[in-house]
């Protein structure tokens, strides 16, 4: 995997025109994620449009129901070609697994690849203290240990976390997670929202195979020349 390739561009914007032109200016990012925003304005028609333009789909709307619900969506979004998919962790292992076994089965009955399924440990938003306040402990390393641990019990193929908790996972499991980290932030740019980051070289150095990165790129005036300065970081 080349550096460009472990960048996924968060398509953070509210309408389809605004997103496919952005694609169309990052001509040299593979993989584009479509988040609760911009897939409840637009829907799956967005996804033909990215396709035509030859990029990978990242579906991040966090699943979490009943697990014939998430098995569902699953295998809907396969049905679109979405290449990877996020669901929540703490939705529990009976969730996570009916969402394995619907990829599974998606890929059997069609021989195509299967959907990477992610799950998500603990929002880079938060921090010890809102962790506290809504009964899960104020430990947030531990915490991600015990979601991440219950996400590959599950059938998952990987997780998505802040980068500060990349090595105690590369440290527990090795390399049978896909480790996916948003809260990234190259040196140039201000964090924002995000308590919990780091820069791309950083993560990368740590164990992380792929950042997620938003308006750093999105939010620049030259967004492809932005996106190949984050490449450069990386190296």
């Known amino acids: 995997m080349t550096n460009a390739d472990r960048i996924i561009i968060a398509l953070d914007v509210p309408a389809k025109d605004e997103a496919v032109a952005l ?3 990052l001509k040299d990012a593979r993989t584009f994620k479509v988040g609760l925003e911009l897939f409840t304005a637009e829907g799956p ?10 990029k990978d789909l990242f579906l991040d709307l966090k699943l979490h129901d009943i697990p014939n619900t998430v098995a569902g969506a699953v295998r809907s979004a396969f049905r679109h070609g979405v290449q990877m998919m996020t669901l929540h962790a703490s939705g529990g292992r ?3 697994a009916a ?6 089965r998606g890929a059997d009955e ?6 990477v399924l992610l799950g998500v440990t603990v929002l880079t938003s938060l ?3 809102d962790l506290e306040e809504v009964g899960q402990g104020e430990d ?11 996400a590959k019990a599950a059938g998952l193929d990987g997780v998505v976390c802040s980068p500060r908790e990349i090595e105690v996972l590369r440290r527990e499991f090795g390399r049978e997670l896909v480790i996916v980290t948003p809260g990234i932030r190259p040196v140039w740019a201000a964090a924002q929202d995000q308590k919990r980051v780091m820069t791309p070289a950083e993560a ?3 164990g992380a195979d792929y950042l997620v990165i938003g308006r750093p790129v999105t939010g620049a005036p030259a967004p492809n020349e932005a996106f190949l300065r984050i490449v450069e970081e990386i190296a």
Do not use: H, N, Y
């Open 99 to 104: 969402a394995a076994e619907a990829a599974r």
């Open 204 to 206: 990368v150095a740590k």
């Open 94 to 96: 009976e969730m996570m």
């Open 140 to 150: 947030v390393a531990a915490q991600v240990l015990r979601l991440a641990g219950l």
């Open 45 to 54: 028609s967005l996804f033909r449009k990215l396709k035509a333009l030859r």
């Open 110 to 115: 069609t021989g195509r690849p299967r959907p």
């Open 127 to 129: 921090k010890g203290a």
């Open 23 to 25: 694609v169309s200016r």
